[in-house]
Protein backbone atom coordinates (compact mmCIF):
# COMPACT_ATOMS: atom_id res chain seq x y z
CA UNK A 1 0.00 0.00 0.00
CA UNK A 2 3.39 2.25 0.76
CA UNK A 3 4.32 1.90 -3.10
CA UNK A 4 4.10 4.35 -5.50
CA UNK A 5 2.97 3.67 -8.33
CA UNK A 6 3.74 5.24 -12.03
CA UNK A 7 0.99 5.61 -13.06
CA UNK A 8 -2.87 3.92 -11.48
CA UNK A 9 -5.53 3.48 -13.87
CA UNK A 10 -8.92 3.27 -12.84
CA UNK A 11 -11.77 1.33 -14.74
CA UNK A 12 -10.74 -1.74 -16.12
CA UNK A 13 -12.69 -1.39 -19.56
CA UNK A 14 -11.01 -1.24 -22.74
CA UNK A 15 -9.57 1.82 -21.84
CA UNK A 16 -8.06 1.15 -18.90
CA UNK A 17 -6.26 -1.92 -20.14
CA UNK A 18 -5.01 -0.40 -23.44
CA UNK A 19 -3.69 1.92 -21.16
CA UNK A 20 -2.35 -0.32 -18.58
CA UNK A 21 -0.43 -2.88 -21.48
CA UNK A 22 0.48 0.53 -23.32
CA UNK A 23 2.54 1.21 -19.85
CA UNK A 24 3.75 -1.92 -19.72
CA UNK A 25 5.10 -2.50 -23.07
CA UNK A 26 6.05 1.16 -23.31
CA UNK A 27 8.65 0.64 -20.34
CA UNK A 28 6.65 1.85 -17.25
CA UNK A 29 7.48 0.05 -14.09
CA UNK A 30 4.99 0.18 -11.28
CA UNK A 31 1.20 -0.13 -12.85
CA UNK A 32 -1.98 -0.47 -11.05
CA UNK A 33 -5.22 -1.03 -12.54
CA UNK A 34 -8.36 -0.94 -10.32
CA UNK A 35 -12.19 -2.35 -11.52
CA UNK A 36 -15.18 -1.61 -8.99
CA UNK A 37 -16.70 -5.05 -10.78
CA UNK A 38 -15.45 -8.47 -9.92
CA UNK A 39 -14.02 -8.62 -13.56
CA UNK A 40 -12.39 -6.80 -16.20
CA UNK A 41 -14.81 -5.07 -18.68
CA UNK A 42 -17.87 -4.61 -16.87
CA UNK A 43 -19.43 -3.02 -19.57
CA UNK A 44 -18.83 -5.69 -22.03
CA UNK A 45 -20.25 -8.43 -19.91
CA UNK A 46 -23.92 -6.57 -19.27
CA UNK A 47 -24.46 -4.47 -21.99
CA UNK A 48 -23.42 -6.73 -24.96
CA UNK A 49 -25.77 -9.99 -25.65
CA UNK A 50 -24.15 -13.42 -25.92
CA UNK A 51 -22.57 -14.08 -29.02
CA UNK A 52 -22.75 -10.39 -29.97
CA UNK A 53 -20.32 -9.54 -33.04
CA UNK A 54 -17.72 -6.94 -31.88
CA UNK A 55 -17.24 -4.93 -34.56
CA UNK A 56 -13.78 -2.88 -34.54
CA UNK A 57 -14.71 0.07 -36.68
CA UNK A 58 -17.89 0.66 -34.24
CA UNK A 59 -20.61 2.76 -35.54
CA UNK A 60 -18.69 3.45 -39.12
CA UNK A 61 -15.77 5.25 -37.08
CA UNK A 62 -12.55 3.59 -39.00
CA UNK A 63 -10.07 3.46 -36.62
CA UNK A 64 -6.41 1.99 -37.06
CA UNK A 65 -4.62 0.43 -33.79
CA UNK A 66 -1.68 2.97 -33.24
CA UNK A 67 -0.10 0.84 -30.44
CA UNK A 68 0.38 -2.83 -29.11
CA UNK A 69 -2.97 -4.31 -28.52
CA UNK A 70 -4.08 -5.94 -31.88
CA UNK A 71 -7.74 -5.71 -31.30
CA UNK A 72 -9.58 -6.68 -34.43
CA UNK A 73 -12.99 -7.98 -35.32
CA UNK A 74 -15.07 -10.95 -32.93
CA UNK A 75 -17.60 -11.47 -30.68
CA UNK A 76 -18.38 -10.75 -27.18
CA UNK A 77 -16.76 -13.82 -25.94
CA UNK A 78 -13.64 -13.66 -27.74
CA UNK A 79 -13.51 -9.98 -27.03
CA UNK A 80 -13.87 -11.01 -23.69
CA UNK A 81 -11.13 -13.55 -23.95
CA UNK A 82 -8.61 -11.07 -25.53
CA UNK A 83 -8.65 -9.30 -22.80
CA UNK A 84 -8.23 -11.73 -20.20
CA UNK A 85 -5.15 -13.02 -21.78
CA UNK A 86 -3.74 -9.52 -22.13
CA UNK A 87 -3.89 -8.97 -18.44
CA UNK A 88 -2.54 -12.82 -17.54
CA UNK A 89 0.11 -12.44 -19.97
CA UNK A 90 1.08 -8.57 -19.19
CA UNK A 91 1.83 -8.95 -15.52
CA UNK A 92 0.27 -6.20 -13.03
CA UNK A 93 -1.10 -5.11 -9.96
CA UNK A 94 -4.89 -5.65 -10.88
CA UNK A 95 -7.05 -4.96 -7.92
CA UNK A 96 -10.87 -6.06 -8.56
CA UNK A 97 -13.74 -5.19 -6.59
CA UNK A 98 -11.94 -2.37 -6.38
CA UNK A 99 -14.32 1.03 -6.31
CA UNK A 100 -12.33 4.54 -6.77
CA UNK A 101 -14.20 7.65 -4.86
CA UNK A 102 -11.59 10.06 -4.97
CA UNK A 103 -8.54 11.64 -6.12
CA UNK A 104 -6.71 14.22 -4.58
CA UNK A 105 -2.76 15.49 -5.48
CA UNK A 106 -0.40 16.57 -3.43
CA UNK A 107 3.43 17.77 -3.76
CA UNK A 108 3.26 15.80 -7.45
CA UNK A 109 1.70 12.79 -6.40
CA UNK A 110 -1.74 11.39 -6.34
CA UNK A 111 -3.65 9.63 -3.49
CA UNK A 112 -6.10 7.49 -4.89
CA UNK A 113 -8.82 6.69 -2.11
CA UNK A 114 -10.71 3.22 -3.09
CA UNK A 115 -12.85 0.66 -1.78
CA UNK A 116 -9.90 -1.48 -0.74
CA UNK A 117 -7.62 1.86 0.60
CA UNK A 118 -5.04 4.67 -0.43
CA UNK A 119 -3.36 4.10 -3.35
CA UNK A 120 -0.58 6.54 -3.73
CA UNK A 121 0.84 6.97 -7.96
CA UNK A 122 2.79 9.43 -10.26
CA UNK A 123 0.24 9.88 -13.10
CA UNK A 124 -4.10 8.75 -12.92
CA UNK A 125 -5.63 7.60 -16.23
CA UNK A 126 -9.70 7.89 -15.83
CA UNK A 127 -11.34 5.46 -17.56
CA UNK A 128 -14.40 4.92 -16.24
CA UNK A 129 -16.58 4.60 -19.07
CA UNK A 130 -19.95 5.87 -18.92
CA UNK A 131 -22.22 3.20 -18.46
CA UNK A 132 -22.14 3.29 -15.14
CA UNK A 133 -25.16 5.09 -15.09
CA UNK A 134 -27.05 4.55 -18.65
CA UNK A 135 -29.01 7.49 -19.83
CA UNK A 136 -33.10 7.26 -18.31
CA UNK A 137 -35.86 8.79 -19.95
CA UNK A 138 -37.22 12.23 -18.37
CA UNK A 139 -40.21 11.21 -17.63
CA UNK A 140 -41.10 8.83 -14.65
CA UNK A 141 -40.88 5.30 -14.52
CA UNK A 142 -43.45 4.12 -11.90
CA UNK A 143 -42.30 2.31 -9.48
CA UNK A 144 -44.55 -0.82 -9.82
CA UNK A 145 -43.31 -1.48 -13.23
CA UNK A 146 -39.76 -0.64 -12.30
CA UNK A 147 -38.31 -4.46 -12.45
CA UNK A 148 -40.07 -4.31 -16.10
CA UNK A 149 -37.99 -1.23 -17.43
CA UNK A 150 -34.61 -2.06 -18.37
CA UNK A 151 -31.32 -1.02 -19.38
CA UNK A 152 -29.85 -4.21 -21.11
CA UNK A 153 -30.88 -7.71 -21.90
CA UNK A 154 -30.10 -9.14 -18.39
CA UNK A 155 -34.05 -9.78 -17.56
CA UNK A 156 -35.86 -10.74 -21.17
CA UNK A 157 -36.78 -13.85 -21.54
CA UNK A 158 -38.32 -15.52 -24.82
CA UNK A 159 -41.86 -14.87 -25.62
CA UNK A 160 -42.05 -11.78 -24.18
CA UNK A 161 -43.34 -8.56 -25.97
CA UNK A 162 -40.61 -5.96 -25.66
CA UNK A 163 -40.18 -2.39 -26.71
CA UNK A 164 -36.37 -1.25 -27.12
CA UNK A 165 -35.95 2.36 -27.36
CA UNK A 166 -32.87 3.97 -29.26
CA UNK A 167 -31.59 4.48 -32.67
CA UNK A 168 -27.85 3.73 -32.49
CA UNK A 169 -26.15 0.14 -33.10
CA UNK A 170 -27.01 -1.00 -29.46
CA UNK A 171 -30.89 0.05 -29.73
CA UNK A 172 -30.71 -2.29 -33.73
CA UNK A 173 -28.69 -4.84 -32.53
CA UNK A 174 -30.97 -5.72 -29.34
CA UNK A 175 -33.93 -5.51 -32.05
CA UNK A 176 -33.14 -7.59 -34.12
CA UNK A 177 -31.41 -10.57 -31.83
CA UNK A 178 -34.93 -10.08 -29.29
CA UNK A 179 -37.01 -10.25 -32.55
CA UNK A 180 -35.86 -13.84 -33.42
CA UNK A 181 -37.64 -15.40 -30.16
CA UNK A 182 -39.85 -12.16 -29.12
CA UNK A 183 -42.28 -9.56 -30.08
CA UNK A 184 -39.96 -7.02 -31.06
CA UNK A 185 -41.16 -3.22 -31.43
CA UNK A 186 -38.36 -0.59 -32.15
CA UNK A 187 -38.95 3.28 -31.23
CA UNK A 188 -36.83 6.13 -32.09
CA UNK A 189 -37.39 9.54 -32.05
CA UNK A 190 -36.81 10.61 -35.68
CA UNK A 191 -37.76 8.99 -38.89
CA UNK A 192 -35.20 7.54 -40.10
CA UNK A 193 -32.66 5.22 -38.41
CA UNK A 194 -29.41 6.52 -40.13
CA UNK A 195 -26.93 6.26 -37.05
CA UNK A 196 -25.83 2.55 -36.96
CA UNK A 197 -23.23 1.15 -39.15
CA UNK A 198 -23.96 -0.30 -42.58
CA UNK A 199 -24.39 -3.46 -40.93
CA UNK A 200 -26.71 -2.46 -38.21
CA UNK A 201 -28.46 -0.66 -41.07
CA UNK A 202 -28.99 -3.47 -43.75
CA UNK A 203 -29.65 -5.96 -40.17
CA UNK A 204 -32.83 -3.66 -38.73
CA UNK A 205 -34.04 -2.60 -42.66
CA UNK A 206 -34.39 -6.26 -43.05
CA UNK A 207 -36.08 -7.14 -39.88
CA UNK A 208 -38.61 -4.43 -40.33
CA UNK A 209 -39.29 -6.24 -43.83
CA UNK A 210 -39.57 -9.63 -42.47
CA UNK A 211 -41.59 -8.15 -39.80
CA UNK A 212 -39.97 -9.39 -36.83
CA UNK A 213 -39.25 -6.17 -35.73
CA UNK A 214 -42.11 -3.30 -35.66
CA UNK A 215 -40.95 0.11 -36.44
CA UNK A 216 -42.53 2.85 -34.67
CA UNK A 217 -40.28 5.26 -35.87
CA UNK A 218 -40.59 9.54 -35.56
CA UNK A 219 -42.66 9.59 -32.38
CA UNK A 220 -41.18 10.05 -28.45
CA UNK A 221 -42.98 8.35 -25.40
CA UNK A 222 -44.85 10.84 -23.51
CA UNK A 223 -44.76 8.69 -20.17
CA UNK A 224 -45.06 5.22 -18.66
CA UNK A 225 -47.83 3.65 -16.59
CA UNK A 226 -48.57 0.42 -15.21
CA UNK A 227 -50.87 -1.58 -16.56
CA UNK A 228 -51.70 -4.29 -14.15
CA UNK A 229 -47.80 -4.99 -13.80
CA UNK A 230 -47.15 -4.63 -17.46
CA UNK A 231 -45.75 -1.36 -19.17
CA UNK A 232 -48.17 1.23 -20.79
CA UNK A 233 -46.62 3.45 -23.42
CA UNK A 234 -48.35 6.46 -23.66
CA UNK A 235 -46.92 7.95 -26.96
CA UNK A 236 -46.81 11.75 -28.03
CA UNK A 237 -48.97 11.14 -31.08
CA UNK A 238 -51.65 9.83 -29.13
CA UNK A 239 -51.23 5.79 -29.17
CA UNK A 240 -50.95 4.03 -26.65
CA UNK A 241 -49.08 0.04 -26.15
CA UNK A 242 -48.93 -2.32 -23.67
CA UNK A 243 -45.49 -4.24 -23.53
CA UNK A 244 -43.66 -6.88 -21.29
CA UNK A 245 -40.95 -5.24 -20.98
CA UNK A 246 -38.97 -1.61 -22.26
CA UNK A 247 -35.67 -1.49 -22.93
CA UNK A 248 -33.83 1.71 -23.08
CA UNK A 249 -30.51 1.41 -25.14
CA UNK A 250 -29.99 5.10 -25.44
CA UNK A 251 -26.40 5.56 -24.35
CA UNK A 252 -24.81 6.44 -20.55
CA UNK A 253 -24.18 9.45 -18.89
CA UNK A 254 -20.98 11.38 -17.82
CA UNK A 255 -19.91 10.16 -14.09
CA UNK A 256 -19.32 14.21 -13.06
CA UNK A 257 -19.81 13.86 -9.30
CA UNK A 258 -16.60 11.36 -9.90
CA UNK A 259 -15.18 13.83 -11.72
CA UNK A 260 -15.48 16.73 -9.40
CA UNK A 261 -14.19 14.63 -6.27
CA UNK A 262 -11.18 14.28 -8.79
CA UNK A 263 -10.83 18.48 -8.95
CA UNK A 264 -11.51 18.27 -12.52
CA UNK A 265 -12.74 21.37 -14.50
CA UNK A 266 -15.72 20.83 -16.37
CA UNK A 267 -17.61 22.36 -19.15
CA UNK A 268 -20.85 23.50 -19.26
CA UNK A 269 -22.51 20.39 -20.17
CA UNK A 270 -20.28 18.72 -17.36
CA UNK A 271 -18.17 17.18 -19.84
CA UNK A 272 -14.58 16.89 -18.41
CA UNK A 273 -12.38 19.79 -20.21
CA UNK A 274 -9.87 17.69 -22.06
CA UNK A 275 -6.03 18.95 -23.84
CA UNK A 276 -5.11 17.30 -27.55
CA UNK A 277 -2.86 15.12 -25.45
CA UNK A 278 -5.80 13.77 -23.19
CA UNK A 279 -4.64 15.40 -19.99
CA UNK A 280 -7.11 16.90 -17.80
CA UNK A 281 -7.38 20.13 -16.41
CA UNK A 282 -5.71 18.79 -13.73
CA UNK A 283 -1.53 18.29 -14.74
CA UNK A 284 -0.81 14.31 -14.36
CA UNK A 285 -4.74 13.68 -14.93
CA UNK A 286 -5.96 11.78 -18.10
CA UNK A 287 -9.13 10.70 -19.25
CA UNK A 288 -9.38 7.76 -21.75
CA UNK A 289 -12.30 5.99 -23.37
CA UNK A 290 -15.78 7.02 -23.66
CA UNK A 291 -15.74 9.48 -21.14
CA UNK A 292 -13.33 11.62 -23.19
CA UNK A 293 -16.27 12.01 -25.59
CA UNK A 294 -19.68 13.69 -25.66
CA UNK A 295 -21.05 10.75 -27.28
CA UNK A 296 -19.59 7.70 -29.29
CA UNK A 297 -16.46 6.30 -28.48
CA UNK A 298 -15.20 2.78 -29.14
CA UNK A 299 -13.12 -0.08 -28.22
CA UNK A 300 -10.12 0.50 -30.76
CA UNK A 301 -10.05 4.32 -29.79
CA UNK A 302 -9.80 3.72 -26.23
CA UNK A 303 -7.14 1.43 -26.70
CA UNK A 304 -5.48 4.48 -28.77
CA UNK A 305 -6.23 6.42 -25.78
CA UNK A 306 -4.38 4.38 -23.45
CA UNK A 307 -1.49 4.05 -26.31
CA UNK A 308 -1.61 8.14 -26.91
CA UNK A 309 -1.51 8.95 -23.09
CA UNK A 310 1.64 6.15 -21.92
CA UNK A 311 3.38 7.87 -25.32
CA UNK A 312 2.85 11.40 -23.78
CA UNK A 313 3.48 10.41 -19.90
CA UNK A 314 7.05 8.51 -21.59
CA UNK A 315 7.24 12.06 -23.09
CA UNK A 316 7.58 14.06 -19.96
C1 LIG B 1 -24.57 -2.47 -26.22
C2 LIG B 1 -23.24 -1.93 -26.68
C3 LIG B 1 -22.62 -2.48 -27.78
C4 LIG B 1 -21.34 -2.00 -28.20
N1 LIG B 1 -20.72 -2.61 -29.26
C5 LIG B 1 -19.45 -2.19 -29.63
C6 LIG B 1 -18.74 -2.82 -30.70
O1 LIG B 1 -19.21 -3.75 -31.37
N2 LIG B 1 -17.49 -2.37 -30.98
C7 LIG B 1 -16.89 -1.33 -30.29
O2 LIG B 1 -15.74 -0.97 -30.59
N3 LIG B 1 -17.55 -0.72 -29.29
C8 LIG B 1 -18.82 -1.12 -28.94
N4 LIG B 1 -19.48 -0.49 -27.91
C9 LIG B 1 -18.81 0.65 -27.23
C10 LIG B 1 -17.71 0.15 -26.31
O3 LIG B 1 -18.22 -0.85 -25.45
C11 LIG B 1 -17.17 1.32 -25.51
O4 LIG B 1 -16.74 2.35 -26.38
C12 LIG B 1 -15.98 0.85 -24.64
O5 LIG B 1 -16.39 -0.17 -23.75
C13 LIG B 1 -15.42 2.03 -23.86
O6 LIG B 1 -14.40 1.60 -23.01
P1 LIG B 1 -14.07 2.40 -21.66
O7 LIG B 1 -12.88 1.72 -21.10
O8 LIG B 1 -14.04 3.85 -21.93
O9 LIG B 1 -15.33 2.22 -20.73
P2 LIG B 1 -16.09 0.90 -20.18
O10 LIG B 1 -15.97 -0.22 -21.16
O11 LIG B 1 -17.43 1.39 -19.82
O12 LIG B 1 -15.23 0.49 -18.91
C14 LIG B 1 -15.24 1.25 -17.75
C15 LIG B 1 -14.85 0.34 -16.60
O13 LIG B 1 -14.63 1.17 -15.45
C16 LIG B 1 -15.19 0.55 -14.30
N5 LIG B 1 -15.48 1.61 -13.34
C17 LIG B 1 -16.47 2.54 -13.38
N6 LIG B 1 -16.41 3.36 -12.31
C18 LIG B 1 -15.34 2.95 -11.57
C19 LIG B 1 -14.77 3.41 -10.34
N7 LIG B 1 -15.25 4.46 -9.68
N8 LIG B 1 -13.69 2.74 -9.84
C20 LIG B 1 -13.16 1.66 -10.51
N9 LIG B 1 -13.68 1.20 -11.67
C21 LIG B 1 -14.75 1.83 -12.21
C22 LIG B 1 -16.43 -0.14 -14.86
O14 LIG B 1 -16.88 -1.17 -14.00
C23 LIG B 1 -15.93 -0.65 -16.22
O15 LIG B 1 -15.40 -1.96 -16.15
C24 LIG B 1 -20.73 -0.93 -27.49
C25 LIG B 1 -21.37 -0.37 -26.37
C26 LIG B 1 -22.61 -0.86 -25.96
C27 LIG B 1 -23.27 -0.25 -24.74
Not at 63 to 85: A, H, Q, W, Y
Not at 144 to 157: A, G, P, Q, T, Y
Amino acid sequence: MNDIYDIIIIGGGPGGIGSAIEAKALGLEKILLLEKSDNHSDTIRKFYKENKRVDKDWQGQIVEIEGNVPFSDGTKESTLDFFDDLIKSHKMDAFFNCEVDKITKNEGLFNVRSSKGDFVGKSIVIAIGRMGKPNKPAYKIPAKIRSRVNFNLDKCSEGENILIVGGGDSATEYAVELGKSNSVTLNYRREKINRPNPTNIALIERAFKDATVTPKLGVDIDSLEDADGLVQVNYKDGTTQIYDRVIYAIGGTTPVDFLKSANLALDAQGEPIIKENLESSVEGIYIAGDIAFKSGGSIAIALNHGYRIVKDIMAK
